[in-house]
């Protein structure tokens, strides 16, 4: 790591702690306690409002502002593929949502760093048609942000038909498929619909507030406890 890199990764370390130690922030940047003692000498040098004290360690001026933003070079890679991922797989609207940040960032990165937009090596091939799914995404989100019940037309997997209203909780995606885990009126329990097997969808004006029985990370903890069966 770069020692710009670390000086910054130090700052953010501090921004998001009460109080850190010389030895916390060594073991998160693998790098010696002596190192960190130099490097948060150096900060403070600089005018970076960092106190210090014994048996606690650092903590960083609240009031403090990181000056313009920047970014590692394997955190621009990491960026630029997760958008590339979103281009490649979601709807247009969330593909152009991360097209318009990219250009943001690549406006404030210094010159030797934006050749990490350009790079070639890291490829999210768009192998599945997701037309299916496009026009559906952006009305589930909104519910789900919203907390409205929706109402769909869905083809089970053997092709039954079936009306549910739903409390939509989350949506995933499983490298092939989008699916949506709802809270489901009918069951009265959490389902997974397949998105591409919804048929039609109308959000309704009725919203929903859920108990910690209906909520996702209850869905969640309880798949992973099965799982965890084996």
């Not at 073991?27 to 409002?49: A, F, H, K, N």
């Not at 590339?84 to 030797?112: H, N, Y």
Request: charged share 25%; with cysteine.
């Amino acid at each position: 790591m770069r020692r710009a890199d670390r000086l910054f990764q130090i700052i953010q370390i501090l921004r998001t702690r009460q109080w850190v130690t010389a030895n916390a922030i060594a073991e998160s940047l693998e790098v010696s306690v002596r190192t960190v003692y130099r490097d948060v000498q150096d900060l403070s040098l600089s005018g970076t409002p960092i106190r210090s004290e014994t048996g606690r360690g650092y903590k960083l001026d609240k009031a403090y502002n990181l000056p313009p933003i920047t970014f590692t070079e394997a955190e621009l890679e990491s960026l630029v593929l997760g958008a590339r991922m979103v281009q490649a797989w979601s709807d247009m609207q969330l593909a152009g949502s991360a097209t318009s940040a990219l250009q943001r960032i690549q406006t404030i990165v210094p010159e030797q760093l934006k050749d990490a937009f350009d790079a070639t090596n890291l490829n999210v091939p768009a192998f599945h048609d997701f037309s299916e799914v496009a026009d559906k995404l952006p009305e589930i989100r909104r519910a789900i942000k919203s907390k409205n019940k929706i109402l769909i037309d869905y083809k089970r997997e053997d092709a039954t038909p079936s009306t549910r209203t739903l409390w939509p909780l989350g949506l995933f995606f499983w490298g092939s498929v989008w699916t949506l885990v709802a809270w489901c009126e009918l069951r009265a329990n959490h389902r997974s619909f397949r998105i591409d097997r919804i048929e039609s969808i109308e959000s309704l004006e009725q919203t929903y507030s859920e108990t910690t029985e209906q909520l996702l990370e209850t869905f969640l903890l309880s798949e992973a406890c099965s799982g965890s069966q084996g």
